[in-house]
């Protein structure tokens, strides 16, 4: 993935932005559109927007503290964004749940009364989705997450949340056993093929 074969780059320009503060806009460019897309994701809309903005708030204000020995630029991004959500979890939970409430009772709409069987399937499988999730431990949801929507690897994972990697899987696959159990041993979570060649 892109944070791997950047990552030494990555460690430059912020090593450089210590000296030279524009310089940290390069990490901003390259990493704000997938780490808010992640944070939109986990808290919607404009907490999502909140999340990514103060992360690379955050991020530049503790420049000099990153330890390039302790994981990848991506991964310490990606690490201070899932603190932030974490001290917003009870809205990230609610969000799962409210939306589980919503999608089970849809408004009717006289334009679409006849919706195909693949729609309500589909349906069905995104409330048990959303329920799955909001029922997570909240490390386990972080694990998978950054995973799943964050894109990133176990390793990357690991040194995000500050745990070691064997935990990272402990976590995921916990989280997946409990998803899969929710969609009748369906795995949604797992890689499609496109995604596991450019992995």
Same mark, same amino acid.
């Given at each position: 993935?892109g944070?791997l074969?950047?990552?030494?780059?990555?460690?430059?320009?912020?090593?450089?932005s210590r000296?030279?503060?524009?310089?940290f806009?390069e990490?901003?460019?390259?990493y704000?559109t997938?780490?808010?897309?992640?944070?939109?994701?986990?808290?919607d809309?404009?907490?999502?927007? =909140?999340?990514?903005?103060?992360?690379?708030?955050?991020?530049?204000r503790?420049? =000099?503290r990153f330890?390039?020995?302790?994981?990848?630029v991506r991964a310490w991004?990606?690490?201070i964004?899932?603190?932030?959500?974490r001290?917003r979890?009870?809205?990230?939970?609610q969000?799962?749940l409210?939306?589980?409430?919503? /999608?089970a009772h849809?408004a009717?709409?006289?334009?679409?009364?006849?919706?195909?069987?693949?729609?309500?399937a589909a349906?069905?499988?995104?409330n048990?989705?959303v329920?799955a999730?909001?029922g997570?431990? /909240?490390?386990d $949801?972080?694990?998978?997450?950054l995973?799943?929507?964050g894109e990133?690897?176990?390793?990357?994972?690991?040194?995000?949340?500050? *745990?070691?990697v064997g935990? *990272?899987?402990? $976590?995921?696959h916990r989280?997946r056993?409990?998803?899969?159990?929710?969609?009748? =041993?369906?795995?949604?979570?797992r890689?499609?093929?496109?995604?596991?060649?450019h992995?």
């Open positions: 993935m944070g074969e950047t990552s030494e780059d990555d460690v430059a320009v912020l090593l450089r000296g030279e503060p524009d310089c806009a990490l901003f460019e390259r704000f997938g780490l808010h897309g992640y944070a939109s994701r986990r808290l809309g404009p907490g999502g927007d =909140d999340v990514a903005a103060e992360t690379f708030l955050i991020a530049f503790q420049r =000099d330890d390039p020995g302790r994981g990848s991004l990606y690490g964004a899932t603190n932030l959500i001290a979890r009870r809205d990230e939970a969000g799962y409210a939306y589980a409430r919503a /999608a849809p009717a709409d006289p334009m679409h009364e006849e919706q195909t069987t693949d729609r309500v349906a069905a499988a995104r048990r989705i329920a999730l909001a997570l431990s /909240a490390r $949801r972080d694990a998978l997450l995973v799943v929507w990133l690897s176990h390793e990357e994972t690991a040194a995000a949340l500050g *745990v070691p935990t *990272v899987g402990s $976590r995921v989280a056993r409990k998803i899969r159990a929710a969609l009748d =041993d369906v795995d949604p979570t890689p499609t093929e496109r995604t596991a060649r992995g």
